[in-house]
Nanobody
Framework: EVQLVESGGGLVQAGGSLRLSCAAS????????????IGWFREVPGQEREGVSC????????YYADSVKGRFAISSDNAKNRVFLQMNSLKPEDTAVYYC????????????????WGEGTLVTVSS
């Protein structure tokens, strides 16, 4: 069974940084040879869940939402089966619950195409 567990959320002042971590179990990054995408989404009450950043297994290509380009960076540690999201220059509008998710069908970073989700971790950015 695939499980994703996020950590690293918290309260930070605007301009600060946080690093989110997603520990994956039930599959091994380096041993899953079909194309998949793993990454981060965020949700604010009353709004649609937004794809923030994903990394594709096939070629390591990355996707970033326009709102986070230049500030966030996604990375993976295949030896530890973890995916990270380094968030710098945080803004109050980055406040959301951040979810880790994986798509085993393709390399897309689209909410409705993700197959498994973590429980989420709350990020709050104060002004």
């Amino acid at each position: 069974e695939v499980q994703l567990v996020e950590s690293g959320g918290g309260l930070v002042q605007a301009g600060g940084s946080l690093r989110l971590s997603c520990a994956a179990s039930g599959f091994i990054f380096d041993e899953y040879f079909d194309d998949y995408s793993i990454g981060w989404f965020r949700e604010v009450p009353g709004q649609e869940r937004e794809g923030v950043s994903c990394i594709a297994s096939y070629d390591g290509s990355t996707y970033y939402a326009d709102s986070v380009k230049g500030r966030f960076a996604i990375s993976s540690d295949n030896a530890k089966n973890r995916v990270f999201l380094q968030m710098n220059s945080l803004k109050p509008e980055d406040t959301a619950v951040y979810y880790c998710a994986v798509n085993f069908g393709n390399s897309h970073c689209i909410s409705h195409e993700m197959d498994y989700w973590g429980e989420g971790t709350l990020v709050t950015v104060s002004s």
